[in-house]
């Protein structure tokens, strides 16, 4: 299985220089052969670079944690990268103000790390609520101003949004407060933003679920 994981990442390797692929493809394959915390920042400082890496990077995080706990029962890695999440989480506020781009990357790589990273089959608890507050980060009136923070917002609770009201259900309620009061803002919000908050209230008030009806006019507004 591990291999097989191995193998799918092949392809996401090919964004870094050639010494890191080999670090990558070495983690993935013989993981106590590389210094993991290395890995794991190298992984980190990628996915707040380029954002299509951040999309699909908790995929392969958690193949580099199934390969080393199968071949040493240990987690340096996962320790590695919750220690520089925690990092980056805690200085977002200063993350956003030097780089938007920075900032979206970081919330759907947390938010993808979360999607995959399970201990006894359930979302890591320690993550659920600095997902939270990055999704609440960026509902307030400033980012939703922006298009690229509202798209981020959108995305992640499609991806996410289901799995973290189980988790913490009053939180999700609060964090639509938010969002309900944010498309009813009179001022600074694109037509765009509009749509995109208003088909997310639809989706989660539909069980987190696109009715047929709900896609046809969304995704034909979108595509026009």
Known sequence: MVMGEASREEYKIQS??????Q????????????DLEKVANVIVDHSLQDCVFSKEAGRMCYAIIQAE????GQS?????????LQQEYQAREQLRARSLQGW?????FICNIFDYLRVNNMPMMALVNPVYDCLFRLAQPDSLSKEEEVDCLVLQLHRVGEQLEKMNGQRMDELFVLIRDGFLLPTGLSSLAQLLLLEIIEFRA???KTTPAAHKYYYSEVSD
């Open 76 to 84: 340096v890695f996962r320790r590695g990268l919750l220690n520089r």
């Open 206 to 208: 539909a069980g987190w």
């Open 23 to 34: 670090l990558l493809k070495t983690a993935l394959k013989d993981p106590g052969a590389v």
């Open 69 to 72: 706990s199968k071949q040493a």
């Open 104 to 108: 979206v990357c970081y919330v759907t």
């Open 16 to 21: 870094f220089d050639a010494e890191t692929q």
